[in-house]
């Protein structure tokens, strides 16, 4: 576990209180993944900032806001209804930057595990998740993702948010 600091503002932080803020960030993910692989589309959504955009490869174009985004989680749970069978995501290899302002920017392994009905769980996709984190009403938010996924971008860098 590290961390890139250069970008602080002020002291770099003690390692108690970056352990606390890594903990913290860990956590969002677990409880926003579980809540997307169970459907829970708008406490999904709110997840992310009203303004959020959200962008990954299988999509023609991004997600913008709160709305949009339930509406593909809806769209997710019909299609998994038709083709039976459920999807886990499990994120890891987390590397958290702390940027000026208390943002955060994000980076994740996040892979895709698919079980058909009464099939073996296997690893659907691997992808790399890229967020901008922020604090609203001291809760943290995405404002900003890109999903990229290692089979859909063959030759191309993962995404960096900047």
Do not use: K
């Not at 943290?140 to 993962?158: K, Q």
């Amino acid at each position: 576990m590290t961390a890139d600091t250069t970008h602080l503002t002020g002291p770099a932080p003690d390692t108690s209180e970056f352990g606390s803020l890594y903990a913290e960030v860990q956590q969002f993910y677990a409880h926003q993944m579980q809540l997307f692989d169970r459907h829970e589309a708008e406490r999904w959504a709110a997840t992310f900032t009203e303004d959020a955009v959200f962008s990954v490869p299988t999509l023609d174009s991004p997600v913008h806001g709160r709305a949009e985004l339930a509406a593909n989680v809806h769209r997710n749970r019909a299609r998994q209804e038709r083709e039976g069978g459920q999807l886990r995501h499990w994120i890891g290899m987390l590397d958290v930057d702390v940027r000026p302002g208390g943002v955060l920017h994000t980076r994740a392994y996040a892979l895709v595990f698919a079980t058909a009905r009464g099939g073996v769980p296997a690893v659907s996709r691997f992808c790399v998740m890229a967020d901008e984190l922020v604090r609203c009403r001291g809760r943290l938010r995405v404002r900003s993702r890109v999903v990229s996924r290692d089979d859909l971008t063959a030759g191309y860098p993962a995404p960096v948010l900047v």
